[in-house]
Nanobody
Framework: VQLQAFGGGLVQAGGSLRLSCASSGRTSAGLSWFRQAPGKEREFVATINWNGDITYYIDSVKGRFTISIDSAKNTAYLQMNSLKPEDTAVYYC???????WGQGTLVTVSS
């Protein structure tokens, strides 16, 4: 299984970005997003099952980020609104079992 994440970029604080994670197949219960900020450990951001009816977020993004999935395309999305400078990180997607990872896409939020 190969995962490809894309959609990152530079945005001002308060702006929005949508990340996409395209998977070549299904190996576990769904897809997840993680991020790693400079000098910090990688952290979990959000996850969704293939049916799209079960989602979970870390507290710091609740109400601002929305994860969704297009099961027919094996693609998950992360809509990020009201972005903050502390959201700056490389964002990775992975299968829920964390066996397969995408290459990461950089999100930079300027103040």
């Amino acid at each position: 299984v190969q995962l490809q994440a894309f959609g990152g970029g530079l945005v001002q604080a308060g702006g929005s970005l949508r990340l996409s994670c395209a998977s070549s197949g299904r190996t576990s219960a769904g897809l997840s997003w993680f991020r790693q900020a400079p000098g910090k450990e990688r952290e979990f951001v959000a996850t969704i099952n293939w049916n799209g009816d079960i989602t979970y977020y870390i507290d710091s993004v609740k109400g601002r980020f929305t994860i969704s999935i297009d099961s027919a395309k094996n693609t998950a999305y992360l809509q990020m609104n009201s972005l903050k400078p502390e959201d700056t990180a490389v964002y990775y997607c992975a299968d829920k079992g964390q066996r397969f990872w995408g290459q990461g896409t950089l999100v930079t939020v300027s103040s």
